[in-house]
């Protein structure tokens, strides 16, 4: 069984940074695709970025773009969500999830292994 635990969320000042880690274990998780995704109170939960454990290559939605940036430890199966110059935007549950089955997305309903997300809130 796939499991997913999100960690490193917290208050954080506008323009300061934050950093998510992610620990996915399970089958296949070596070639996993893992995803990082936000639900802003009041908004539908939206993708922010993604990485492919197969070759660690990335993609990023445009409000985080040059912003954030995934990466990942290969030894330890954890991904890492480095925010900086937040804005109080980014305030969101912030949840990672896990596709074992395909390459690089961020397409909600393909990802079938949810974390139970961590609260990041932008304020001063």
């Known amino acids: 069984q796939v499991q997913v635990v999100e960690s490193g969320g917290g208050l954080v000042q506008p323009g300061g940074s934050l950093r998510l880690s992610c620990k996915a274990s399970?089958?296949?998780?070596?070639?996993?695709?893992i995803g990082w995704f936000r639900e802003a109170p009041g908004k539908k939960r939206e993708g922010v970025a993604a990485?492919?454990?197969?070759?660690?290559?990335?993609l990023y939605e445009d409000p985080v773009k040059g912003r954030f940036t995934i990466s990942r430890n290969k030894a330890t199966n954890t991904v890492f969500l480095q925010m900086t110059s937040l804005t109080p935007d980014d305030t969101a549950v912030y949840y990672c999830?896990?596709?074992?089955?395909?390459?690089?997305?961020?397409?909600?309903?393909?990802?079938?292994?949810w974390g139970q997300g961590t609260q990041v809130t932008v304020s001063s």
């Open positions: 999830a896990a596709d074992p089955t395909s390459y690089l997305h961020t397409v909600q309903e393909w990802y079938g292994y």
């Open positions: 399970g089958p296949d998780i070596e070639r996993a695709c």
């Open positions: 990485i492919s454990n197969r070759d660690d290559r990335t």
